[in-house]
């Protein structure tokens, strides 16, 4: 089974503290079937913009981080393309979704993959497989 990670479960896993159950689930997992979205990419990108301006420092310590991301997912980093934005259009017919999440649940619909995420409750009715990885013993 492949799985799609969103941008809150791949941060908490970087976190020296972040939260077990989402570290252990990932390290469970075979590498080749952890997958990022570019959405991703664009959120994390974001974040150091924002860093940057009121500590440099830190923003070069994600800066660093997300080069790894790059290197880590290379092969497994998914696009954007027409079927994910169709199947996200379909999606938000019958309801809003917030866009990131709600393409990003497209992704993995399209793909047949296992959405983990946080935020289960933004993309339940989507239909897309969920997993949130910070359920559960710890």
Do not use: C
Not at 23 to 51: C, F, H
Not at 52 to 79: F, G, K, M, N, S
């Amino acid at each position: 089974m492949e799985y799609l990670l969103d941008t809150n479960v791949i941060s908490e896993a970087r976190k020296p503290r972040g939260d077990e159950r989402v570290k252990r689930w990932i390290s469970s997992m075979p590498v080749g079937d952890l997958y990022l979205s570019v959405l991703t990419l664009g959120e994390v990108r974001r974040g150091i913009a924002l860093l940057e301006r009121r500590d440099p420092v830190q923003a070069e310590v994600y800066e660093a981080w997300l080069a790894t991301v790059h290197r880590d997912y290379a092969d497994r980093i998914i696009p954007i393309d027409a079927e994910v934005a169709e199947e996200w259009g379909s999606i938000n017919a019958s309801g809003t979704v917030p866009v990131v999440d709600g393409l990003m649940a497209a992704t993995a619909r399209v793909r047949n993959m296992t959405f983990v995420t946080r935020n289960t409750s933004d993309v339940a009715r989507t239909g897309v497989r969920l997993l949130n990885p910070f359920e559960g013993s710890a």
